[in-house]
């Protein structure tokens, strides 16, 4: 078996591991990519200031994300699908998540439901909520999660509209899978992917299928799930949410100061600097050009996170250094998901946390809670390729 060193090596097996349809919902943007892109490569700008002479050898990363205790400032963003690339895959991510000792958020558009990890896991984990035209299901959602003890309310701001994502068009993809011939052909020669789903009976979208009226098999599901973007969706609907909900709020999805205020007074405990990892408004600015004027415009009135890009544990202390207080990691946990299940998640984690403890030592800081703008700098030709 290959060596496992970075994020890269996790993505390059996930790519033969996973049937391409499956990898190219992870593994794209909308349009033309160019925000997706920009996420990677504005953070690979940004240059450390490197110091020599100093003592560096008690090192720590622990930080604290919503006032829990974490073994350092990430958080496995929600990401639907996760059972698609590994069968259990919500389930594995959360446990692997659990085991190192950082907060893990469940999507919406999970393939295991809110009750079924919580079934599953010994740690109360975070859930996100996609603010959907059916507000009595929206209500029903946000019921269950207090039911299942989740301390934390994530809710996206930035998917009213369906983005055109040119690589998922025409690609059927669906959870269960349609049984094309594309499909079929493409998870012929993933064996191993294919029997692991045999295995479960965790196939569907499970916050939804059972929980949604009127909606009784795949066809009825999926056609639900396209009418429920909400183009209405605005600032009232989160103060009603924030009547429903008495714990803490997370805010997800902000990309201007503007927004970063209302966000404030409409009471959120953090907010996320994101934009959906370019996979809606392509043409956006990346997420690291946006955060220090969302940090400044915020000041300490609410936690701020970042979002977007993240592939290393230097990528995480250049997001700190540039004003978050925590970050969020997506697509770099789901490459370790879909190549190795609870291993890979794990394994992910333990490469972010290496190489923040190394880059934070040349850096000259001890803690990861002091990064700030005096260890980086912008330059034109610094980190242009990976």
């Not at 959120?268 to 934009?275: C, G, H, P, Q």
């Not at 408004?281 to 997420?287: E, N, Q, R, Y």
Request: aromatic share 6%; with cysteine.
């Amino acid at each position: 078996m290959q060596a496992i060193n970075c994020i890269e090596d996790l993505r390059l097996l996930a790519q033969r591991r996973v049937p391409r349809m499956f990898y190219d919902y992870v593994d794209s943007g909308s349009w033309t990519e160019s925000t997706y892109r920009a996420n990677e490569r504005d953070l690979a700008m940004i240059c450390f200031r490197q110091r020599v002479a100093m003592n560096v050898e008690n090192r720590s990363l622990r930080s604290r994300m919503l006032g829990e205790d974490v073994a350092m400032p990430v958080a496995l963003a929600p990401a639907g699908l996760c059972g698609m690339l590994h069968a259990d895959g919500e389930i594995l991510a959360a446990r692997a998540a659990e085991a190192f000792g950082v907060p893990f958020c469940l999507s919406t558009m999970s393939i295991a439901s809110i009750e079924d990890v919580a079934a599953n896991t010994a740690r109360p984990f975070w859930f996100q909520l996609y603010v959907m035209r059916n507000r009595g299901f929206v209500e029903r959602l946000i019921g269950r999660a207090k039911a299942a003890q989740c301390p934390a309310l994530v809710v996206t701001l930035d998917l009213p509209l369906a983005a055109q994502r040119h690589r998922g068009l025409g690609r059927g993809l669906s959870a269960p899978p349609k049984l094309t011939i594309s499909n079929l052909a493409g998870m012929a020669v993933r064996p191993k992917w294919c029997l692991e789903m045999l295995r479960t009976r965790r196939r569907t979208f499970g916050n939804l299928a059972g929980h949604v009226e009127g909606v009784d098999d795949l066809t009825s599901l999926l056609s639900w799930i396209e009418q429920q973007f909400d183009p209405r969706f605005c600032w009232s609907d989160i103060a009603w949410i924030r009547g429903l909900w008495d714990k803490k709020l997370v805010l997800k999805g902000i990309m201007d100061a503007e927004d970063a205020r209302r966000a404030v007074d409409a009471g959120a405990d953090a907010i996320v600097v994101s934009n959906h990892g370019g996979r809606q408004l392509d043409g956006a600015p990346s997420s690291i050009h946006v955060l220090p004027m969302i940090a400044k415009a915020v000041g300490g009135d609410t936690e701020v996170w970042f979002d977007g890009g993240i592939r290393s544990g230097q990528d995480v202390l250049r997001a700190l250094a540039s004003g978050a207080k925590g970050t969020m990691i997506g697509r770099a946990f789901l490459y370790g998901l879909a190549a190795m299940g609870e291993r890979g998640v794990r394994l992910c984690l333990e490469i972010l946390a290496k190489e923040l403890s190394l880059t934070m030592g040349f850096c000259g800081i001890l803690d990861s809670n002091a990064a700030d703008s005096n260890i980086i700098m912008n330059a034109p030709h610094c980190g242009t390729s990976r």
